[in-house]
């Protein structure tokens, strides 16, 4: 069986050893396909990091309570890779993405400075951006809702990432002062909005206007952090 080769992060063997098959899109425009085929290394180098986050906020003795929920929400988090990883073995072989994804890894280290309640406020505040991204991704009207099998598993991606906001969510509220952490959260989006610029051009082809979308990723949700 072939060793996994990550995108971004040394990933342990707890990983799914290959991942899920998905069937090449003939659904998909080739222009529609390429554009995709850019976007999903970026989502997956997420998925390394947040798999790797929770697996390491479990063993925190502060979240011993939550240890379970967290180490739950890393086990989803490799399906994801996995997924992901389907898809893109289903798409093009996408050019020069090197830049990205070393922008993609430094953009993820950083999050964990400021201690774990913080990475937690980062990362309740960046997941409920994919899930953002996610959405507009596979609106209707969008490219990608032509291929139901690919639209159907980024579906099935945003719906946990929505359940790991309320959890990350739920452990900021219990063990930190959310409204100190708002600013922490909302650099983080604004970062996450820096790095995704870099294919602006991906989205537009996807009929996702990429202006609209970075004003959505800047702007923290009025919720998210308050009591």
Do not use: W, Y
Request: proline share 5%; net charge neutral.
């Amino acid at each position: 069986m072939a060793a996994i080769v990550p995108l971004c992060f040394e990933i342990d063997s707890s990983l799914p050893a290959t991942p899920v098959r998905v069937a090449p899109s003939a659904r998909l425009t080739d222009d529609a396909a390429a554009a995709l085929a850019m976007l999903i290394p970026l989502l997956g180098c997420g998925e390394e990091a947040a798999a790797m986050a929770f697996d390491a906020l479990s063993d925190i003795a502060a979240f011993q309570i939550e240890s379970e929920a967290l180490g739950v929400i890393a086990s989803e988090e490799r399906v994801h890779d996995a997924l992901l990883r389907g898809i893109r073995a289903a798409l093009p072989v996408p050019v020069g993405t090197e830049r990205l994804l070393v922008s993609a890894r430094r953009f993820h280290i950083r999050l964990q400075s400021g201690g774990p309640t913080a990475h937690l406020a980062r990362i309740a505040a960046l997941d409920a951006a994919v899930c953002l991204i996610l959405g507009r991704l596979t609106q209707r009207q969008g490219a990608v809702a032509r291929d139901p099998v690919i639209c159907g598993v980024l579906r099935r991606i945003r719906n946990d990432e929505a359940r790991h906001v309320a959890v990350a969510r739920q452990l900021v509220m219990r063990h930190g002062t959310p409204a100190a952490l708002r600013d922490t959260a909302a650099a983080a989006r604004c970062a996450l909005a820096d790095t995704l610029g870099l294919v602006g051009d991906a989205f537009e082809r996807l009929a996702v206007d990429p202006a609209v979308l970075d004003r959505g990723i800047r702007q923290l949700p009025d919720g998210l952090l308050k009591a």
